[in-house]
């Protein structure tokens, strides 16, 4: 295994970077008074469109995409330390990259699995980023972490699919430009356990989808990820070529759309955690405490020290997950991808934590994005599967060698 930056992945590095520094990181305060303004709490900050239009222009859009004739055309090893660039400014950076989820994860599903009408209808306008979409999986009523439980039902009459159910955490759903939901639930509840769901395409403004309200996330709207909704579908009426691959196809895209999806999350929360490690040496530097710099007490060179050491140790694993799915695939990879789902949103939440404490009350305000970061790391614990149900796969994975 080789981690080092091949040419391309260097180059692209290098502008990300120049483009963080001069654009970016200076439109978070700009951002932030816009959003203050702002009459809709899930609005995107007009500064926003600024920053896409630039990306655009300097060729940093898309690059989440393996796909060359969609995306950059780059590897998961390639895209990694681009990831983790963005995650210092994860709220502005992806999105000013066409690079944030879920619509991420909703090209990815229609660039392996659409027909050429669904790619030319709606993965063609997501990848222009002049539309953003929903996934709407999770619901209120079942323990979505086993996604065989969703009951959401889809039935076919005649040319249409007939949608029925409730859903909340739709990703996506409350962007003010959000026009396409992708919406999984059960076509055959008779079939055999993994073949029961299917993914159907729902135009948000199609007759019988009621979007009830918006869903906070420790307080926040979490709008850069197009904010969460619960939805009611009423005998909502779509044509039957909106399916997506077939029916009882549901479960695998499910797993195809959420590999890559776990691992874009990972790659950005190390970006999360460096700049929660910069922050707080500055921080440490800067304030005076019983006669020292704070710098200087033990227990704050402690977390430091323990903050790098748990920072490398996750961009390894990561790494070396970005390098098996390159090599063996995702089913190949499927242990160190469960891994690094676990390992590092714990380590990004220490490191956010330890940096709010050298903050003292200032880590809990609004000055610094602290606290927001420390929200996004905490909620990615439960997002594409919790802690628990990745820890029990993993287990049975490891005691399968021994039985």
Not at 75 to 85: D, V
Not at 95 to 123: H, S, Y
Not at 181 to 187: C, E, F, P, Y
Not at 368 to 374: I, V
Request: net charge negative.
């Amino acid at each position: 295994m080789d981690f080092a930056y091949d040419a391309r992945t260097e180059e692209l590095r290098q502008r990300l970077l120049a483009f963080m520094d001069e654009f970016v990181y200076p439109a978070e305060a700009v951002a932030h008074e816009q959003l203050a303004t702002a009459t809709d709490p899930w609005a995107r900050p007009p500064v926003l469109e600024e920053l896409k239009a630039r990306a655009r222009r300097q060729g940093l859009w898309n690059l989440f995409l393996p796909d060359a004739e969609h995306g950059a055309g780059l590897t998961n090893l390639q895209y990694a330390p681009l990831a983790e660039i963005t995650g210092r400014s994860p709220h502005l950076a992806p999105e000013a990259l066409n690079c944030a989820a879920p619509d991420t994860g909703n090209m990815e599903v229609l660039a392996m699995f659409g027909t050429q009408r669904q790619k030319q209808q709606w993965l063609q306008p997501l990848l222009a980023g002049e539309i953003r979409s929903a996934f709407c999986m999770t619901e209120p009523d079942v323990a979505s972490s086993d996604a065989t439980n969703i009951a959401t039902r889809i039935e076919r009459d005649g040319d249409h699919y007939v949608i029925n159910g409730r859903k909340w955490w739709s990703s996506g759903a409350m962007a003010p430009h959000c026009e396409i939901l992708i919406v999984m639930g059960k076509t055959d509840p008779q079939a055999e356990r993994h073949r029961q769901q299917s993914m159907v395409l729902v135009p948000r403004d199609t007759p019988g989808v009621h979007v009830k309200r918006g869903m906070h996330v420790f307080g926040y709207t979490d709008a850069d990820h197009g904010g969460h909704a619960e939805i009611v579908f009423d005998d909502v009426r779509v044509p039957a070529d909106n399916l997506i691959a077939g029916e009882g196809e549901g479960f695998a895209i499910a797993q195809a759309r959420l590999g890559p999806g776990r691992i874009h999350h990972c790659m950005r929360l190390i970006g999360m955690a460096e700049r929660a490690l910069e922050l707080m040496c500055r921080r440490a530097i800067e304030r005076v405490a019983f006669g020292k710099p704070v710098a200087r007490q033990g227990v704050v060179q402690e977390w430091i020290a323990e903050s790098r050491v748990r920072i490398e140790q996750a961009r390894l694993l990561v790494l070396k997950t970005a390098w098996l799915m390159d090599t063996v695939g995702n089913k190949g990879a499927h242990t160190e991808i469960q891994a690094i789902k676990i390992a590092t949103p714990l380590m990004a939440e220490w490191v956010l934590d330890k940096a709010i404490q050298a903050h003292g009350a200032g880590g809990v305000s609004q000055d610094f994005p602290l606290a927001q970061l420390w929200a996004a790391a905490r909620t990615l614990r439960l997002a594409d599967g919790p802690d628990e149900v990745h820890r029990m796969s993993l287990a049975k994975r490891e005691l399968k060698k021994y039985l």
